[in-house]
Structures are given as structure tokens and as C-alpha cells.
Nanobody
């Protein structure tokens, strides 16, 4: 009924930048929080950044000051601008959203993930 599709993952050198995008589609009434999580090999999935429908944001300490989350409510999209990337940022990045689905109710939806690799 609804899906999230990420894009923008790539191989980048340390100190570089990337912008991830996530598009929500389907029978959407409205979207509450949207966020980005990441999972590195052998590690648990962790929250990177979250943004409310009103635009309030929060970040993991490891990315605060380097990453910026934003959203376009009219387009049902969320973005993650990543600057000054470090090798430890290497992970699969997942988009997440709490979506009010028409005729169904509130659903916690995940994207399929996009790979970000920071390496020389």
C-alpha cells in the first residue's frame, strides 16, 4: 500500500559529501516522523537523524554538525545531506517513516536501503 524508496548511496572519499533521498508513495494520508537509520556490517541498526512533520530535528551524536536532515511534505520526501564523511559512516542507510495509510491506519514503513561507502 505504501513504500519508501531510497537513492543517492555511492562510494565517496573521506571528507566528501553525499545527499540521500527517500520518496514515499502509495495510499498516504499524512506522514508523521521521517528518519534515517544505518547499519554497518556486524553492528546493530542505529538512528542517524529524525525529523518531525513540523520540521524539528534530532541527530546521533556521531553525525551532529556534519549531517542535515530535511523533508518536503508536499512531495512526501526526506533527504539526508552528509558532509565531511568518514570511513566509519560506511553502512547501509535506511529510510523510515510513520505513515497514516488511507483506510488502514498508522504504519511504520522501511525502505530497502542504500549503500554508502567511505573509502580511498
Amino acid at each position: 500500500q505504501v513504500q519508501l524508496v531510497e537513492s543517492g548511496g555511492d562510494l565517496v572519499q573521506p571528507g566528501g559529501s553525499l545527499r540521500l533521498s527517500c520518496a514515499a508513495s502509495g495510499s498516504i494520508f499524512t506522514i508523521n516522523n521521517m528518519g534515517w537509520y544505518r547499519q554497518a556490517p556486524g553492528k546493530q541498526r542505529e538512528l542517524v537523524a529524525v525529523i518531525t512533520s513540523g520540521g524539528n530535528t534530532d541527530y546521533a551524536g556521531s553525525v551532529r554538525g556534519r549531517f542535515a536532515i530535511s523533508r518536503d511534505n508536499a512531495k512526501n520526501m526526506v533527504y539526508l545531506q552528509m558532509n565531511t564523511l568518514k570511513p566509519e559512516d560506511t553502512a547501509v542507510y535506511y529510510c523510515n517513516a510513520q505513515i497514516w495509510v488511507l483506510l488502514t491506519g498508522l504504519r511504520d514503513v522501511w525502505g530497502q536501503g542504500t549503500q554508502v561507502t567511505v573509502s580511498l
